[in-house]
Nanobody, 123 residues
Framework: VQLQASGGGLVQAGDSLRLSCAAS????????MGWFRQAPGKEREFVAA????????LYAEAVKGRFTISRDNTKNTVYLQMNGLKPEDTAVYYC?????????????????WGQGTLVTVSS
């Protein structure tokens, strides 16, 4: 499966952004989907994940209550709504997919990765 992330940009602290990740393939509802991010000089970290149907969600503590992951299986797309952005949210955001439908927080569980979209939050 191929993943195409979009929606990043430069925003101010407190602003909102919605990232999208479009996936190819005919069995999108069967994929577990995740968002990860990597800030400059730091390791990649988990942000949020969503399972197939039913769509259970997981969040990193740092984003819980501010970010919302969702999916539209009719559009083969997963979204990350980011509200109340902080400068520490600045990173390249990657979407990832895994076969089997379950969602995990560990990056190694995901087989397919998108190219990333840059989110920059100024103070």
């Amino acid at each position: 499966v191929q993943l195409q992330a979009s929606g990043g940009g430069l925003v101010q602290a407190g602003d909102s952004l919605r990232l999208s990740c479009a996936a190819s393939g005919r069995t999108f509802s069967g994929y577990g989907m995740g968002w990860f991010r990597q800030a400059p000089g730091k390791e990649r970290e988990f942000v949020a994940a969503i399972s197939g149907s039913p769509a259970a969600t997981l969040y990193a503590e740092a984003v819980k209550g501010r970010f919302t992951i969702s999916r539209d299986n009719t559009k083969n797309t997963v979204y990350l709504q980011m509200n109340g952005l902080k400068p520490e949210d600045t990173a390249v955001y990657y979407c990832a997919a895994r076969d089997g439908g379950l969602a995990f927080t560990q990056g190694f569980q995901y087989r397919y990765w998108g190219q990333g979209t840059l989110v920059t939050v100024s103070s």
